[in-house]
């Protein structure tokens, strides 16, 4: 199929231009903030313990999440993709407008962000973690969007009847439109696996399980969907197959089976602890 004509640009006023790409990173950090904040008023989806943090505190994390997300995503693609342009063209680097941002950097963004935050306003940062994750799905989901918008991060050669021709490709070869594949992998059912986990399992009441659910899921199909997508053109290959996405997807998996493991061997609350950001006080 001819690839849609898309605009990457959604409306332009002078100099001044809204890119989809731009939409989508809004799009999943507003959502994922009401999310999360609903989740903290919901007080039966943590048992005995309670939230780990108030609503108020979920408004003021969103600036860390948001700053973990950027930075973090910009460095990680410079670090893992194209560490050369530190030497040619350092000022690429700042560059976040003309695309290159990396998921596995963000997640290491947002991981210090979670960190920080939770030293600062002395929160457990394994129930928070969980919080976090349960929403990430849905900044996936429009991140991988415009990615297919745009025109990027496209598939392998394929005959499959929905492949798509892209024209920054070679505009005639029909790929696998592997962007959709992850929007609806990585993002439409992680998701619902992570629903299913916080909303009916009751594993937020386990630390550490649902952030570990999703480490591992993420890795699972960002491996299998790897099979699909072309390597960029600029990165050596590697051997059996692998591909940067695989390899850093691996300690993911690691991570993920750890927690759950932990979280699942940890026994149960079975009284309320302390209002959240609050430090605990005894009684003479």
């Not at 199929?1 to 507003?30: E, H, K, N, S, T």
């Not at 008023?41 to 780990?52: D, F, H, M, S, T």
């Not at 063209?89 to 560059?95: A, H, M, N, T």
């Amino acid at each position: 199929m001819p690839f849609p004509d898309f605009d990457p640009v959604l409306v332009q006023i002078g100099p001044f231009a809204i890119r989809w790409y731009a939409l989508a990173y809004v799009a999943g950090i507003l959502l994922g903030w009401r999310y999360v904040a609903g989740m903290m008023k919901n007080q039966a989806l943590w048992g005995p313990r309670g939230a780990p943090a108030t609503p108020a505190q979920v408004d003021d994390l969103i600036l860390w999440i948001t700053l973990g997300i950027i930075l973090g995503g910009r460095l990680g693609h410079v670090l893992f993709y194209t560490p050369q342009i530190v030497l040619q063209d350092p000022l690429q680097i700042v560059k976040v407008w003309e695309g290159g941002m990396s998921f596995h950097g963000g997640a290491l963004g947002v991981l210090i962000a979670v960190f920080g935050f939770s030293y600062v306003n002395k929160i457990d940062v394994l129930r928070l973690g969980d919080a976090v994750t349960a929403c990430a799905p849905i900044g996936l989901f429009f991140g991988r969007i415009a990615n297919f918008i745009n025109g990027e991060l496209w598939g392998r050669p394929s005959d499959v009847p929905w492949a798509f021709i892209f024209p920054q490709a070679d505009g005639v070869t029909p790929r696998h439109p592997s962007q959709l594949y992850e929007a609806a992998l990585e993002g439409v059912v992680l998701f619902l696996i992570l629903r299913w986990a916080t909303h009916r399992a009751g594993l937020l009441q386990r630390r550490g399980v649902v952030a570990g659910i999703f480490l591992l899921g993420y890795a699972v199909f960002r491996t299998f969907v790897e099979n699909f997508r072309e390597p960029d053109r600029y990165l050596q290959h590697f051997p059996l197959g692998l591909t940067m996405g695989m390899m850093l997807s691996a300690p993911m998996v690691i991570g993920g089976l750890y927690l759950i493991w932990r979280g699942m061997r940890e026994p149960l609350a079975t009284q309320a602890a302390e209002p959240p950001g609050q430090a605990k006080t005894e009684t003479p």
